[in-house]
């Protein structure tokens, strides 16, 4: 069996911490059926826009840290350990990160321009 190691610290400098999808250059990371991604946000760091995700499901993780997240029109604190489902056609946005965030994120299937921004 052969086994491919990753490293998610160099990740995230390299690739904004992209770790696998169908996006990535030809390699055992790259793959159709799923997008995973574990990145950092500041404290601060408002960039996220209101978007959608047509097909598909996406899922979030907290590792660590604190964000206020919007799905459709409901807002809410994420904390350490919390995860959340968000089916495909639903509105979401990072509102604003509370505290220094690491994020898990699995979203599934990776195809292209799956992701419509809805605010500029």
Known sequence: MIMIIGNINKQREV?????VGQFLEEGPF??????I???????????DKLHI??????????????ILMRVNDEVF????????AINGGQKDK????????????????SIPNNKIFLET
């Open 15 to 19: 690739i904004k911490g992209w770790l």
């Open 37 to 47: 991604f574990c990145k950092k946000f500041l404290k601060g760091d408002n960039n």
């Open 53 to 66: 995700h047509p097909t598909g499901k996406e899922y979030l993780i907290i590792i660590s840290g604190k």
């Open 94 to 109: 990072m509102e604003k990160i509370l505290e220094d965030t690491i994020m898990l994120g699995v979203r599934s299937p």
């Open 30 to 35: 790259k793959d159709t059926n799923m997008e």
């Open 77 to 84: 604190e994420m904390n350490d350990g919390d995860y959340i």
